[in-house]
């Protein structure tokens, strides 16, 4: 039988916690993307801390001994990331106080402004009082990966997380894959877009549920909707690393190829819309042994001929070529239906000659 049982960590101040942060995992499958607040927010809750305002609890996943020893740590994050990254980048030195910040229990203090280490050097007595301050952490012991999961879901509620961080909670052999594929050098190197919530992982799972219906089941380009990616995801929960090996290959195969053809934070690559289209292209001309003929400047026309065709539009409805407005079109709304995908990618063949 699975069990939990939550105890409240003693001995937690904020310097100690600093101090074991190499034994805390803070990124866990579950997790979402870290790094999203802003310094405004960050500094408020420093400011919080200082001036003794609750904040809301952070909870670990305790390890047991044999998870430490296969991992070399003591503590995943379940909930309170952002929290633990701002006090560790304030006290690195990344930013400081508010200009406008007041230590409510005296008003002499002028700390408005001043970093960690300033802090040490003005008033030292204020450094050592954020230092020892206990945080609230509460720590969570279970045999079972999917009860820390549904723990992250449930305390995730109230701050909405994406379809993306939710699907990234639901754990198995497809969400591994799907981080795997996310972390490809072609989304570290030409993608344009974000990745502050997971976009990368968003694009990832669309590819992957497109791969696997055009070479399973359904044989066709599908609705890559949050619905049926989530049901791709969970379908594939129980299955081995192994049994969805060939999909991540051929997927890996395009998107190395698509590194090579596309630029560093290309402009091309700004749209998640777009992506798919790009890259099922990119796998019909790998299909056909092409791509020796293809290059980035014939989508560089492409989207050329798309901007002069939007502007005889402007001028002259009737003399604009209607496939190309349907292109514009479908590139601002339903980007993830089936007929979208499938009626772009036949305009851009028809343009190239594919």
């Known amino acids: 039988m699975p069990y939990i049982e939550t105890n409240l960590l003693t001995q ?182 974000s990745n502050k919530r997971y976009q990368h992982k968003e694009a990832s799972a669309k590819v992957l549920f497109l791969i696997y219906s055009l070479t399973t089941g359904k044989k066709k380009v599908v609705d890559t909707k949050k619905l049926y990616l989530d049901e791709f995801v969970r379908t594939h929960k129980s299955k081995t690393d192994k049994e969805v090996d060939s999909l991540n290959k051929e997927v890996q195969s395009i998107l190395t190829e698509m590194n ?15 992506f798919p289209v790009y890259f099922l292209l990119i796998r019909d001309y790998q299909k056909d042994k092409k791509l020796d003929s293809f290059t980035r400047n014939m989508l560089v026309e492409f989207k050329d001929k798309l901007e002069k065709n939007r502007k005889k539009a402007e001028k002259d409805i009737g003399s604009a070529e209607y496939d190309l407005l349907e292109y514009d079109r479908m590139t601002q709304q339903g980007t993830n239906d089936a007929s979208s995908i499938t009626t772009r990618l036949q305009t851009i063949k028809t343009y190239l000659k594919l």
């Open 12 to 193: 937690s101040s904020i310097l100690k916690i600093y101090s074991e942060k190499e034994e805390i995992i803070t990124n866990p499958e579950y997790q979402r993307n870290g790094d999203i607040w802003g310094l405004e927010k960050r500094q408020l809750l420093i400011d919080s801390i200082l001036n003794e305002y609750d904040i809301p609890k952070i909870y670990f996943h305790k390890f047991s001994k044999e998870e430490k020893e296969k991992t070399g740590k003591d503590y995943a994050i379940i909930d309170g990331r952002q929290r633990l990254e701002t006090i560790w980048k304030f006290i690195d030195g990344d930013f400081p106080l508010a200009t406008d910040f007041e230590f409510l229990k005296d008003a002499s203090i002028q700390a408005g402004g001043l970093t960690y280490s300033d802090l040490a050097k003005k008033y030292p007595k204020l450094k050592i009082k954020f230092d020892s301050i206990s945080l609230p952490i509460v720590a969570i012991s279970t045999d079972d990966l999917e009860l820390i999961e549904d723990m992250f879901s449930r305390l995730n509620e109230a701050v909405p997380l994406n379809a993306a961080e939710k699907r990234n909670a639901f754990g198995g052999a497809m969400a591994k894959l799907i981080t795997k594929v996310a972390s490809h050098k072609f989304f570290k190197e030409n993608i344009g877009f």
């Open 260 to 274: 090579k053809l596309f630029i560093k934070n290309d402009p091309l690559l700004k749209s998640q819309g777009t």
